[in-house]
């Protein structure tokens, strides 16, 4: 844990240098906002609930960004915040950020993650869409309700079942992409192939399941992974790139063998 | 709106008879099937992509329907099931501890204090094991032993250990599973998925749901979508309270709109307060967390003897703590009811034994945990949690108990379906937390997730037959007068929020507005003070209606406007709660009225006047709503007083 109470005053003085951008085909430019009053207790968030009860306040139009569940679980927040997807802790998404990890004075530079394959819709708020696609292509076992055998039928060693578990975290919040200098997806994705190529269930569709997703990953328009570790230093699941070696690994297999 | 007057009930559950564990068999026996070739002929919307959306839809177009999933979020995965923690119930008895589908029934049933149907309650518990198994075959990756076969875990109310779990994000793993299996149907071409679309209004044709009006959230354009049924899965309304454990954008809104065109709301007081919660920080807080129940399998909950004792809990010696639940519930201890330990939490705080910034809270403690199974195991079990509770307080609860108080958490009230999840408007069918049906007056913990994927997997399958195949349905397509006349007042509701340009922000309003709900219809109820609460809310109500302020437009996104509302619908639902809990004269489950308790301050059932599901008709905005009742009849448990002592 790297949050600790910031050694200054309750209440914070801030300067934001936030993206603006009125829709996908407009150009946007950064915006400066004074805040004061923050108190340390509160989220990243909570603060810019704050900004923009102001801003309407004001008469001025309010900040979108993407946010739902604020438990760092449901992936929806995407912020890139002082160059760092999520901001400056590890493991920890924008909604779970606090302002005790920031001083009094600071100047905070907000913008949207950016890939050509994450268009912005407004301001901070993106479209992710490219993610559901490439599950469409093969991110699941198929398996018809009602048909299963009884789940302990099939036993996992709890080390499989929790390599895989470990993999199935993702968010799918786009963290990776916005920290990768290619925009590539590798991390979501192979942490999908990790996730069912690691459990007995999984096996069926394995190598199908390598060449459809990394298909589609490319058609989308994100780049190709060139072992900088960036996307593993931002996730906030903690989502490991020994998943990249497994996807390259089916991939390759995949590729080399009979496509049934 | 005026008074509640009451209405004569035609409410007809439609639940089988015979024998309790006969009845499902049977009545999936009775129900019409619909031929393969002409499932692809039917089109089915469902509106909200959580357990019970994502796994409805994807099994119906697994069967043949053409469906249509829409869902408010940026992609179905983000559905608030996504945050449930703890687990999910199932009467497999793995644990060989006396568990079975009848004690798995029999714990729900006490556990909602006897106000559920047993026959939808029965068919729940028959279908748990049903779940497990898909979920598993879907790849979902349930904690195991080092056997390899799937552990599990206690969770309140029960004396078995029935709770499957993935860590704490199990809610998170049950929805991926559902989620691919829905994304595969997109894959495949037999789902069209709208993301970013809200449903702002149900279209009844010749009396039956035929189609909805949503808001394109990205465009801002009005779209309208025809159909043979509309299943709405769109969750709860504890966000009313404005602070919950619920994602910031549930809303009411879908059941709602859905409520005003002819669907029945039942129950709509039955809130569940959950225990144990962050303490709110300050006037900032926009949400509230949940710390999962499975922490009450090795926390234990505690005060100071003495009042207003400010000493840090490491220099409190154990002889002056009060473990009340252990001392009050010795049969159940810390794993009592959510009802009944949020209860004893505000007598706590109320009696000024309360810790932390102004004495409200209690401590949750770990360290006799930690002694007995060493730290790597309970990091092991609970590490996620304790780092969200540390990066939430500044606290390490390894090292000083946790600090919890109970928050607004779910709803078991929702709109009234019968034992085929209809509603009262025919082809209108309800799932998951957005109906009433199977929780009765306060829902057990880990029973949720259940709920959720048994209606969408196993039972709406079955059911949704009777409606296509029993029901003439004419073609109709969205050229349908009713679909123009719906749009335009949804239109004219869209524009109204803009066009308001007052002072305060929706924020301001929702804000204030939780807060009336929290203090006069929250955790301990009385007439007077749910009477001050409906005075205080119309006049907000007629505030927000005059003093609003809305910037930007309603040609893009938008999410003040969305908000708008969304409040305002929580507005009229608020004033039903509120109706609802001054009408039920007893105590039950999470529904508690000061008038009616024990000496010793536990719930006072009345079962001679209020053993019926409450389900109102609205009326409309001049007549308020008509009070029609389900008779609750309980042929195979006997009616008793809910004990965990």
């Avoid at chain 2, 009451?6 to 009775?30: I, N």
């Avoid at chain 2, 007042?489 to 309003?509: H, P």
Wanted: net charge neutral; glycine share 10%; with cysteine.
């Amino acid at each position: 844990m790297s949050a600790t109470r910031s050694s200054g005053p309750s209440a914070l003085r801030l300067t934001l240098n936030i993206w603006r951008q009125k829709n996908a085909k407009t150009p946007g430019g950064f915006e400066v906002y004074r805040l004061e009053g923050i108190s340390v207790d509160m989220s990243f968030l909570e603060m810019l609930d704050e900004l923009n009860e102001k801003l309407t306040v004001e008469g001025r139009e309010p900040v979108a960004f993407d946010h739902d569940c604020r438990e760092g679980i449901c992936g929806a927040c995407s912020l890139v915040i002082n160059g760092q997807p999520h901001g400056p802790d590890r493991n920890t998404t924008t909604c779970q950020l606090h302002m005790r990890r920031f001083r009094d004075g600071d100047t905070i530079t907000i913008e949207p993650f950016r890939a050509s394959a994450f268009p912005v819709l407004k301001d901070l708020s993106i479209d992710r869409s490219a993610f559901d696609r490439i599950m469409a292509a093969g991110g699941f076992i198929t398996a018809r309700t009602g048909s299963p055998p009884d789940a302990n039928a099939i036993p996992i060693p709890k080390v499989a079942a929790d390599l895989a578990m470990d993999a199935a975290q993702c968010i799918g919040c786009g963290a990776c992409v916005a920290a990768c200098k290619n925009a590539a997806a590798m991390l979501f994705v192979s942490a999908k192939i990790s996730h069912l190529g690691l459990l007995p269930q999984g096996q069926p569709e394995r190598r199908s399941r390598a060449l459809k997703l990394v298909t589609q990953m490319d058609a989308e328009g994100f780049g190709a992974c060139t072992n900088e570790r960036e996307c593993e230093a931002a996730c906030p699941k903690g989502i490991s790139v020994a998943n990249i070696a497994r996807l390259n690994r089916d991939y390759l297999w995949a590729s080399l063998s009979d496509p049934s | 709106m005026t008074a509640v007057t009451l209405g004569d009930s035609k409410l007809d559950s439609k639940c089988p008879s015979g024998p309790l564990a006969a009845r499902w068999d049977k009545h999936r026996f009775e129900l019409k099937l619909v031929n393969p070739a002409n499932k692809r002929k039917f089109h089915v919307l469902v509106v909200g992509t959580g357990l019970a959306g994502a796994s409805a839809a994807s099994t119906l177009a697994d069967l043949g329907y053409k469906v249509s999933a829409f869902c408010i979020q940026d992609s179905s995965r983000r559905a608030h099931s996504i945050a449930a923690q703890g687990g999910i119930n199932a009467a497999k008895n793995y644990q060989n501890d006396g568990d079975s589908v009848w004690r798995l029934f029999y714990d729900t049933i006490k556990g909602g204090d006897f106000r559920a149907r047993e026959s939808n309650v029965y068919r729940l518990a028959q279908v748990s094991n049903d779940i497990i198994d898909q979920c598993a075959a879907l790849g979902v990756p349930f904690a195991r032993e080092y056997g390899g076969l799937l552990a599990n875990r206690s969770f309140g109310g029960a004396q078995v250990s029935r709770t499957f779990y993935s860590r704490g994000q199990t809610g998170q793993q049950l929805l991926l599973g559902a989620y691919s299996a829905l994304m595969r149907q997109v894959g495949e071409k037999r789902v069209q998925m709208y993301t970013r679309h809200e449903m702002l209004d149900l279209v009844l044709v010749e009396g039956v749901a035929r189609g909805i009006v949503c808001r394109n959230l990205t465009s801002g354009a009005i779209e309208s979508f025809a159909g043979d049924a509309v299943l709405l899965c769109s969750g709860g309304y504890a966000n009313v309270f404005y602070l919950s454990t619920n994602a910031k954008n549930c809303n009411v809104t879908a059941a709602w709109r859905a409520h005003r065109r002819g669907a029945y709301f039942a129950n709509p007081c039955y809130t569940q307060i959950h225990p144990t919660c962050i303490p709110v920080s300050g006037e900032h807080q926009a949400k509230l967390t949940l710390m999962s129940e499975s922490l009450r399998n090795d926390g234990r909950v505690w005060v100071p003897k003495q009042q207003g004792d400010t000493r840090a809990p490491s220099a409190i010696p154990e002889g002056e703590r009060d473990y009340y639940l252990e001392r009050k519930y010795p049969s159940f201890g810390n794993l009592a009811p959510r009802d009944i330990a949020s209860r004893s939490a505000k007598e706590q705080c109320d009696a000024g034994r309360g810790v932390g910034p102004g004495g409200m809270s209690v401590y949750l403690d770990f360290a006799d945990a930690i002694q007995r199974d060493g730290l790597a195991a309970i990091r092991a079990k609970y590490g996620n949690l304790f780092e969200m509770y540390e990066r939430i307080t500044a606290e390490d609860p390894y090292r000083q108990p946790m600090r919890i108080y109970p928050a607004v958490h779910y709803t078991m009230g929702g709109l009234w379906v019968d034992y085929n999840l209809e509603s009262t408007i025919p082809g209108l069918f309800v799932l998951g937390e957005a109906n009433f049906s199977d929780h009765g007056a306060n829902r057990l913990g880990a029973s949720a997730l259940m709920q959720g994927l048994a209606d969408g997997y196993f039972v709406i399958p079955y059911t949704l037959g009777g409606h296509l195949a029993g029901r003439k349905l004419p073609k109709l397509t969205t050229d349908h007068e009713a679909f123009r006349q719906a749009e335009a007042e949804v239109r004219a509701r869209t524009k109204n929020w803009l066009s308001i340009k007052g002072q305060r922000s929706v924020q301001s309003f929702h804000r204030e507005l939780g807060l009336t709900m929290w203090e006069h219809c929250g955790m301990g109820r009385n007439r007077a003070s749910l009477l001050a609460g409906l005075s205080k809310l119309a006049a907000q109500r007629s505030e927000f209606h005059a003093n609003l302020r809305v910037m930007g437009d309603g040609e893009d996104l938008n999410q003040q406007l969305e908000h708008a509302g969304r409040v305002a619908d929580f507005y009229e639902l608020g004033e039903l709660m509120i109706r609802d809990a001054l009408h039920r004269e007893e105590s039950c489950g999470g529904h508690f009225r000061e008038e009616h308790q024990t000496p010793d301050g536990e719930a006072r059932r009345d079962d001679a006047k209020f053993c019926y599901v409450a389900a109102w008709e609205h009326a409309g905005d001049q007549d308020g709503w008509k009070l029609h009742r389900e008779p609750l009849e309980f042929e195979n448990v006997q009616l008793a007083t809910r004990s965990y002592k």
